[in-house]
C-alpha cells in the first residue's frame, strides 16, 4: 500500500505525517507512488533528415554520382523531483542537453561497356566521407523549496556541470573491377582503402583487397539440365 492511508487497521505510522508510505518493499523515496506523483521528467527530440544524390551521364559508357547527407538530433532531459520526492535537496532538477551531427559523402564514376559482343567490362572508383559530432551539457540544481518554480533560477545551488564532446571521422577511397566473356568466364577485384580517426596516425589507414573467379557451366554448350536455372561454381 503506496500511501498511509491505505494502511490496515492496527498499522503503526510512528507518529508520520502524509500520504506516502515509507514502509513499502522499495525504499522510502522509492514509493512508487512518490515517484509518480512528485517526479517530472520530459524529453524532446529534433531530428533534422536530408539527402541529395545527384547522377550525371558523362558518356554512353561512363557516369557520375554522389551523394550527400546529414542527420541533426538534439536531445533535451529535463528530470524535476519535488520537495516531497527530495526533501533532503529541498527539491531538485537536472537539465541534459545533447546534440549530435552526423554528415555523410561520397563520389562515384561508374563504367560499363561490352567489346566485341562477348567481352563484358564494368567497374567503379569511388570516395566516401563521414564525420559524427555529439556535445552534450549535464546541469544539477538543488534548493528550490517552493514547487512552483522548477527552473535552475529558483535554485540555491549548482550541485554540478559537466559536458564534453567527441568527434570522429572515417574516410575511404575504393575501386571495383568485374569482367565476363560471354556471361560464362567471370572475374571480379575490389580494394578499399580507410582510414579512420579512431586508430592513432600509425595505425589509421588499411588497405583491404578482395577477388573472385568463377564459372558459369549453365551457359555451356554442353549443359542441357533443363530443371537448373544457374549453376556456377
Known amino acids: 500500500f503506496p500511501f498511509l492511508s491505505d494502511a490496515p487497521s492496527g498499522f503503526s ?5 502524509g500520504p506516502y508510505n515509507p514502509f513499502t518493499e522499495q525504499s ?13 521528467r520530459s524529453s524532446k527530440v529534433t531530428q533534422l533528415l536530408g ?14 554520382r554522389g551523394q550527400l ?5 538534439q536531445i533535451r532531459e529535463n528530470d524535476y523531483e519535488s520537495t516531497v520526492r527530495a526533501p533532503s535537496d ?7 542537453f545533447n546534440t549530435v551531427t552526423n554528415i555523410t559523402s561520397n563520389f562515384t ?9 562477348v567481352h563484358n567490362v564494368n567497374g567503379l572508383v569511388g570516395w566516401e566521407y563521414r564525420r559524427e559530432y555529439l556535445t552534450e551539457d549535464d546541469n544539477g540544481f538543488i534548493g528550490i523549496n517552493n514547487d512552483l518554480l522548477k527552473v535552475p533560477d529558483a535554485a540555491s545551488e549548482n550541485t554540478f556541470f559537466q559536458g564534453f564532446n567527441t568527434e570522429f571521422r572515417l574516410m575511404s577511397y575504393f575501386g571495383n573491377l568485374n569482367y565476363n566473356y560471354d556471361n560464362r568466364y567471370i572475374a571480379s577485384f575490389t580494394g578499399r582503402y580507410d582510414g579512420t580517426s579512431r586508430f592513432g596516425a600509425d595505425r589509421r589507414w588499411g588497405f583491404f583487397p578482395s577477388g ?3 564459372w558459369r557451366i549453365s551457359e555451356e554448350d554442353f549443359f542441357t539440365a533443363d530443371f537448373v536455372d544457374d549453376l556456377k561454381v
Open 212 to 214: 573472385s573467379l568463377a
Open 90 to 96: 529541498g527539491g531538485f532538477i537536472r537539465r541534459r
Open 51 to 64: 539527402n541529395i544524390r545527384p547522377t550525371y551521364r558523362i558518356t554512353s559508357w561512363l557516369s557520375a
Open 109 to 117: 564514376l561508374n563504367a560499363r561497356e561490352t567489346f566485341a559482343g
Open 69 to 73: 547527407g546529414i542527420d541533426w538530433q
Open 28 to 40: 522510502p523515496t522509492t514509493n512508487p507512488a512518490l515517484v509518480l506523483n512528485e517526479e517530472e
Open 13 to 17: 505510522t510512528d507518529g508520520l505525517e
